[in-house]
């Protein structure tokens, strides 16, 4: 079985990101997004029970590639990457092209993605990967089973369903379902040797144009500020009667 | 709260390249590869583990601590979670050969990791470490059928290990334990006593716990010759490795402590216990001595563990809390001031964080020369012995001393919130209070380097240290005006301990050891100072080479790092030479009822 894992290398959130004219500014060392270890611990369950390959695909600036190796170090088997400067800026349709036909030279079985980007937060891709598929796509995956069937286990925003797929799939993975693992230390030697390879976008079929138009980004408000209460020895008083109003207690 | 642990991967990284890790290990043929792409994956990784698993539950172990029912200890139930984690991620094996199933890396790439863990969470990190000490006697000088039937799971963490030497009338001095190996017709012995000290002795976090005892076989030599090393399993393991039945060994209880509350300090009973010999007969305390230099550096390294948490405490808090005035500033500035902007809060800061750089250089540099004599061979080996003897009394003591101090200074910038639990900084405090203690007391480290290590080879090899570090100020001379200057300063302070090393070398040669002995703290307080300010130097060195090649404001506060350390805090070293040369007079012409 071929599972394949999409995931984005991001600047580390623990530093403040930049943009040039809207664009992330990405520098030389990025990082693993979070959100695609819960994708990849999945696919590594799934590769210790049935003995599964996976890859993981990417698209964006490689720079060190120390996101790619930190794939690897959690279990993944090699990994494959289009970095090309006409995709900068690249709009969620574009990035989905680019991301299936990387796919299709996996030969892939299941195509796992998280729920979205960390940087992005489109949360459009693997919908739009599974079109240009042709497979059914199912999002908010907590855990998976596979027999002659996929089994899978779903967040809904009343508890979690059971649901059916067939075996060739995509499917969006929700934080909180699996525990994703840290990587072993053998597995961090390890992955120095794993294979990670460049595709060059010419050789892949796009079929879609770069059309999103860059307009102007502004900082968000705070939808309501925040009361300031000053403390002249009742101040106590005044948060339990606003958390009784709140009915928090 | 306390501040969210965030591990110094960046300053680990460059301490490794202070030392010149790479270069001198591409030397053993072992470590031909070892590089920076180890090196910082693996700090990477331990970081993000350290700061998500262990540095979360660091405050739960402290005020739940370690509880006792029925001999029974129960750990937080977050440690036990964790420990499968930490065995899992494979943290405590990395440096162990690969022929036992450990990651077979050189003992310095644990410097970082170690740090870090003990950071994170100090008391979670002495149960690996004391089953590092298990596993590396088991190794060393058990026979194959011992190595095959207790290393691999001691080795995963799928069992713990734990070193059980003192006895309630016997600590610094064992050569009066009283616990007695009886020889079985099947050549096992039935142990029996009871040990006190005994680090994670008991607890629930594995399903056994694998003892290593020192014990007396009936008519052996009487003192420390007639020592003898035992294994004696918590639950007896059957020949096909799965277990049997309990081997009579009781945690009596448990000790209520200052700190490092999550780990279990327990009294241990054996009641006729089976234990296996290690090695041969009365050769128990030898064994114990091959693995004591690792298990000393790594003390030290506790010191160095509080210091670096409590600093990341202290200077968030400082750049946090806006209060009073900094002289010169005005009123209306004052008001988005915090007390970062006050210089006295400025020096403590700068303070610990140039402690800390030259405390992670010498405890990194101690690991280095361990790999050496461990790992090398010929006079590359012979040189790793030689400096390992004697930096490892100065890494123990020195940092560990330094560990509490310089938590205790980081309360200080807190005020009275650092003296309150809730911010978690006292708790760098407590925990740190052990380390000058435990492995071998700082005094005795300091008679160590007195009167073992200070006459090694007739003081030659002191002599060799003394002019690496001499080369070092050579180099600093050739460095341009910041550099020379620096170098000048370190040249009166080695000049110095030159000086007072002779002086207690003819000393020891008029017999005068009383005086000598006198002298053996603030002599061991002296090079540790001085030691500081030699690989600080080599900081400097490196950091402008680095500042020059990528212009990274980093290097730049590097070298005031050093700077401030040798300016300022090196010229400490010369205050205690009075202190090493005074002799015993002062010290006993009090009466003891005078106390």
Known sequence: MNITVCAKQIPDPANETSYDNGIIVRPEEQVLDDTDRYGIEIALQLKEKYDAEVTIISMGPAGTMKGLQQALQMGADKALYVDDDSLKGANSLMTANVLSELAKTTNADIVIFGTESTDGYSGTVPQQVSRFLNLDCISYVKAIEIGEDVSLTRQTSEGSEKVKMPQNCVISVTAGGVEPRYPNFKDIMAAKSKPIEKVELSTLNITTDQNLEFISIEALENSKNGEKIIDEGEAFQVIVDKLKELKVI | ?595
């Not at chain 2, 006792?68 to 930490?86: L, W």
């Not at chain 2, 991620?89 to 644990?110: D, F, H, K, Q, Y």
């Not at chain 2, 050769?283 to 693995?291: C, D, E, P, S």
């Not at chain 2, 890494?395 to 639990?421: F, N």
């Open chain 2, 1 to 595: 709260m306390a501040v969210p642990y965030k591990a110094p991967v960046k300053d680990i990284v460059f301490g490794y390249e202070v030392i010149d890790s790479y270069n001198v290990l591409n030397k053993i043929s072992e470590f031909s590869d070892f590089s920076e792409d180890i090196v910082i994956p693996t700090m990477e990784e331990c970081a993000k583990f350290s700061e998500e698993v262990l540095a979360p539950i660091n405050a739960i172990g402290d005020q739940q601590g370690a509880s006792i029912e029925n001999g029974n200890v129960t750990m937080p139930e977050e440690f036990v979670d964790a420990y499968k984690k930490f065995i899992e991620a494979g943290w405590a094996s990395i440096s162990l050969p690969e022929e036992i199933g450990g990651g077979g890396m050189p003992i310095t790439l644990s410097g970082g990791t170690l740090e870090i863990l003990s950071t994170a969470n100090l008391a979670f990190g002495l149960a690996p470490g004391l089953s590092a000490g298990a596993i590396s006697a088991i190794n060393f000088h058990g026979n194959q059928e011992q190595k095959d039937k207790f290393l691999p799971k001691l080795v995963s963490g799928q069992w713990t290990g734990t070193m059980n030497l003192s006895e309630p009338q016997s600590g610094s001095d064992l050569g009066t334990i009283t616990t007695k190996a009886e020889k079985q017709d099947d050549g096992t012995y039935k142990v029996t006593g009871t040990k006190v000290w005994i680090t994670f002795g008991e607890h629930n976090m594995t399903e056994n716990i694998i003892h290593l005892v020192l014990a007396k076989v009936p008519g052996s030599p009487e003192g420390t010759k007639g020592i003898s090393m035992f294994i004696v399993p918590k639950v007896m393991v059957n020949d096909d490795g799965s277990l049997g039945d309990n081997n009579n060994v009781s945690c009596i209880s448990i000790e209520e402590k200052l700190g490092i509350h999550a780990s279990p300090t327990c009294v241990m009973e054996y009641d006729g216990s089976v234990g296996y010999l290690v090695g041969e007969e009365n050769r128990g305390l030898n064994y114990m001595f091959t693995m004591m230099n690792e298990a000393r550096v790594w003390v030290g390294g506790q010191g160095l563990a509080c210091a670096s948490g409590a600093l990341q405490g202290a200077s968030q808090y400082a750049r946090d809390r806006v209060q009073g005035r900094p002289v010169g500033m005005s009123k209306e500035d004052a008001k988005k001031s915090t007390i970062i902007d006050h210089a006295d809060v400025r020096r403590m800061l700068i303070t610990i964080k140039s402690y800390v750089d030259a405390m992670r250089y010498l405890m990194y540099d101690n690991q280095l020369m361990l790999d050496l004599e461990y790992f090398a061979e010929g006079e590359l080996k012979e040189f790793g012995e030689e400096r390992c003897g004697i930096l490892t009394p100065i890494t123990k003591a020195w940092i560990s001393d330094l560990g509490v101090e310089l938590s205790s200074i980081a309360i200080q910038v807190y005020g009275g919130m650092g003296y309150v639990e809730e911010t978690g900084v006292a708790q760098y405090l407590r925990d740190s209070r052990i380390a000058p203690i435990y492995e071998g007391t700082n005094g005795i480290q300091a008679l160590d380097l007195m009167f073992r290590k200070l006459p090694l080879d007739n003081g030659q090899a002191m002599q060799r240290l003394l002019a690496d570090v001499n080369k070092v100020i050579d180099e600093m001379n050739e460095g341009g005006e910041v550099l020379s200057d620096l170098a000048q300063k370190l040249k009166v302070e080695v000049d110095r301990l030159s000086e007072v090393t002779l002086w207690l070398g003819s000393k020891m040669l008029e017999g005068e050891l009383v005086d000598a002995s006198a002298g053996a703290t603030p002599y061991l307080k002296m090079f540790g100072q001085v030691l500081g300010g030699y690989y600080m130097g080599k900081a400097a060195i490196l950091a402008t080479k680095k500042l020059e090649e990528t212009g990274d404001e980093y290097y730049k506060e590097k070298i005031t790092l050093s700077k401030f350390y040798i300016e300022q805090l090196l010229p400490l070293a010369s205050g205690y030479a009075s202190s090493v040369t005074a002799g015993k007079d002062d010290l006993f012409n009090i009466k003891a009822e005078s106390f």
